[in-house]
């Protein structure tokens, strides 16, 4: 049977939340998005997603503070027959709030590390990260406390377009050392250039299906 590739076709707004109350119904399977402020997680989505305006992209860091909540629908062929999934995407806060006092941040953490431990339908995280700059000791702690929750990772390197080829992939072998990461579970990306779209939709889809 002819099997043709994942594509995301619709995306849609649907609840904001710091508890799980607050978390839309019914429950599906999930996906969530975590890295540091500023790092490009909302601009990152509008590209995975070609919903242009979908996440609100800010300059100021550290404006998301709440869990937002996404519902994407991927479709695929096999052969004739269209095959499609509904699942939910989840932008969790950045951290390194360097605009937010110190109890937010803590009541932050403590509802973010809730949905990470507590969710039973979260099959991956991606782990956005600066690719222009060498890990930060926040990027270090988030990473290993995702492996403390026993969640499967993949590290995103953002802003891919800013460095030459060369640089890029210099980067990716310093973050690849760094977490003890192969290639399956490090992937670069441009938001300007969409490029790797196409490829993170198809990892995506592997924990999804």
Known sequence: MNLKQWDLITAKYLASAVNSAQYPVPPMEEIAFIGRSN???????????????????????????????????????????????IFHLVDLPGYG???TAK???????????????????????????????KPMDSDIACYHWLMDCQRPTMVVLTKADKLSKGAGL??????????GLDDSRIITYSSTAHTMR?????RVMDYID
């Open 97 to 99: 709030f360097a605009r």
């Open 39 to 85: 790092v490009g997680k909302s601009s990152l989505i509008n590209s995975l997603t070609r919903c242009r305006g979908l996440a609100r992209v800010s300059g100021s860091p550290g404006k998301t503070q709440t869990l937002n909540f996404y519902e994407l629908c991927a479709k695929r062929m096999l052969g004739e027959v269209e095959d499609r999934r």
């Open 170 to 179: 210099a980067q990716k072998e310093v973050f690849k050392r760094e977490f």
């Open 103 to 133: 109890d937010n941040r803590e009541q932050w953490s403590a509802f973010i590390g809730k949905y990470l431990e507590n969710s039973e339908n979260l099959k991956m995280v991606c782990q956005l990260i600066d690719i222009r700059h």
């Open 198 to 202: 196409n490829e993170l939709i198809t």
